[in-house]
């Protein structure tokens, strides 16, 4: 086997099995490498130009009832400073997000059941009235079926639940009290209730081999999420894996490339985890086919405690607030900001007949 022709496959099939993909995670030298990032820009070129989204990140809530091991609002840490933002707070930032020219909205949070169904059915329904063009993305963990379906008739359109690892084994060491089974079944959910749905993993958990991330391009390519959030694992003082080592920007770019072969039309972020381990790690996911970004929209006040990792960027370019600053550095890569709702393709195919 040849690491390039490999390559080649992916871009002309959008395809591969898992010795391919496996190959070439065992042996992409530099050469090859720039060739993978090149390719996966093409497609990208393809499906979605030049274009990159902007998402407003809305960090309500970091209370969480869960203990992913990896995670610093992870409920057994007691340093970590909870807050809670009201519904007219989460409001207030929705306001200053389309006063920016923000679409859509990414409310996200720990496993938080004070925000009971009625509560999220309110702040949705509330935002939509306001703003019956912008989209709500929820980003809120496991719920039922029933949960998801009352949300999404409340006018939440899109969801991020990142299956984290396709591998049972390792997502069963990272979750304690949790079931692999679960987390698959509730993204199932999601798409049967009709929204858009992303998964997702992180790269370099503690233990994770090249097999383990074989697994989650194929997971990934047999459920075709619309969207698919990849950043690297980032240790947290306060957590058990505090002593381990983060995932690297090379690996991630590496994965990013992979899916945008495999899935042309995924809505593909350029994660703050990227930017926060690398100063220009934004771009360099983006060269490699990444096409949205996510800055933050949270209160100033409340930014450094949701704190998922160490040293995570939420001011200066990574602020909603600091527009100019991101679309300067955006268009300086030589992609183009794009502020409308920024459908994946292939949905809008499907639900607006286009
Ligand atoms: N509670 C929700 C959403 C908030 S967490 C959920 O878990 O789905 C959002 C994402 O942050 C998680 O999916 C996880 O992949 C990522 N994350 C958490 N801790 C991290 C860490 N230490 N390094 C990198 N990413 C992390
Ligand atoms: Fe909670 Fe999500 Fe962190 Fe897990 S990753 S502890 S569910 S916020």
């Known amino acids: 086997m040849i690491v390039k022709d490999i390559i080649n496959k992916l871009y002309k099939e959008n395809n591969a099995n898992k010795e391919e993909l496996l190959f070439v995670l065992n042996n992409l030298n530099n050469e090859d490498k720039e060739y993978l990032i090149e390719k996966a820009n093409e497609i990208r070129i393809d499906n979605y130009g030049n274009k990159v989204y902007m998402r407003g990140l809305i960090e309500f809530t970091n209370y969480c009832s869960k203990n992913c091991l990896y995670c610093g609002i992870r409920a057994e840490n007691k340093k970590a400073e909870r807050y809670r933002l009201t519904e007219e707070q989460i409001l207030e930032c929705v306001d200053l997000g389309d006063k920016l020219g923000y679409k859509t909205y990414v409310l996200q949070g720990g496993e938080d059941f004070y925000f009971t169904d009625e509560k999220m059915v309110s702040i949705i329904k509330k935002i939509k009235k306001k703003y019956p063009q ?19 008739e409340a006018g939440a359109e899109r969801f991020l639940l990142r299956h984290e690892t396709a591998s049972k084994e390792l997502y069963n060491k990272l979750h304690p009290n949790s079931s692999f089974k679960n987390r698959i079944q509730c993204l199932k959910n999601l798409k049967k209730i009709g929204y858009q749905v992303g998964a997702g993993f992180m790269v370099g958990i503690p233990e994770q081999t ?13 459920f075709k999420p619309h969207m698919c959030g990849i950043g690297p694992f980032i240790p947290h003082k306060d957590t058990p894996l505090k002593n381990e080592k983060g995932g690297t920007l090379e690996k991630t770019i590496i994965m990013l490339a992979l899916v945008r072969l495999l899935l042309p039309e995924v809505l593909l972020p350029a994660t703050t985890a990227l930017g926060s381990i690398d100063s220009n790690g934004r771009e360099k996911g983006i060269k490699a086919g990444a096409n949205v970004v996510m800055p933050n929209l949270s209160p100033i006040n409340v930014r450094n405690k949701y704190s998922l990792y160490d040293g995570k960027l939420s001011i200066g370019d990574e602020a909603a607030e600091c527009k100019i600053c991101i679309e300067s550095r955006i268009k300086k890569a030589g992609f183009t900001v794009d502020i409308c709702r920024g459908d994946n393709v292939s949905w809008l195919k499907e639900h607006k007949n286009i």
């Open 134 to 152: 912008n989209v709500v993305t929820l980003s809120i963990g496991e719920r039922s079926f029933n949960s998801y379906k009352k949300m999404f």
């Open 210 to 222: 090249n097999e383990n991330l074989v697994e989650d391009l194929l997971f990934l390519k047999e």
